[in-house]
Nanobody, 117 residues
Framework: QVQLVESGGGFVQAGGSLRLSCTESRASSLYGLAWFRQVPGKEREFVAD????????SYADSLKGRFTISRDNAKNAVYLQMNSLSPEDTGVYYC???????????WGQGTQVTVSS
């Protein structure tokens, strides 16, 4: 079974940036990858996804312009560059395989992002 491991979270001041990484134990050209997050008091929400080729990306409307998803298939990795962070971005960030439209694989363990004001 494929495993996804997220990393790169940490503490950052408001206005700062972080780059999250997610690596797959076994990549597949059949699947895209997506980032989700769970902020305190809310359900997990979609952040962004990217096709295996990297040629197609999509974002949650509220995050467009601040977050950028990319991937490096040679490293079996997907990244999430997060800029202009605010305390509202605090939460646990997860990556998942995109199995089909609105269908996703198992959750990783997540990486904690904490943005201080």
């Amino acid at each position: 079974q494929v495993q996804l491991v997220e990393s790169g979270g940490g503490f950052v001041q408001a206005g700062g940036s972080l780059r999250l990484s997610c690596t797959e134990s076994r990549a597949s050209s059949l699947y895209g990858l997506a980032w989700f997050r769970q902020v305190p008091g809310k359900e997990r929400e979609f952040v962004a996804d990217i096709a295996w080729s990297g040629g197609r990306t999509s974002y949650a409307d509220s995050l467009k312009g601040r977050f950028t998803i990319s991937r490096d298939n040679a490293k079996n990795a997907v990244y999430l560059q997060m800029n202009s962070l605010s305390p509202e971005d605090t939460g646990v960030y997860y990556c998942r395989r995109v199995l089909a439209e609105r269908a996703y694989g198992a959750w990783g363990q997540g990486t904690q992002v904490t943005v201080s004001s």
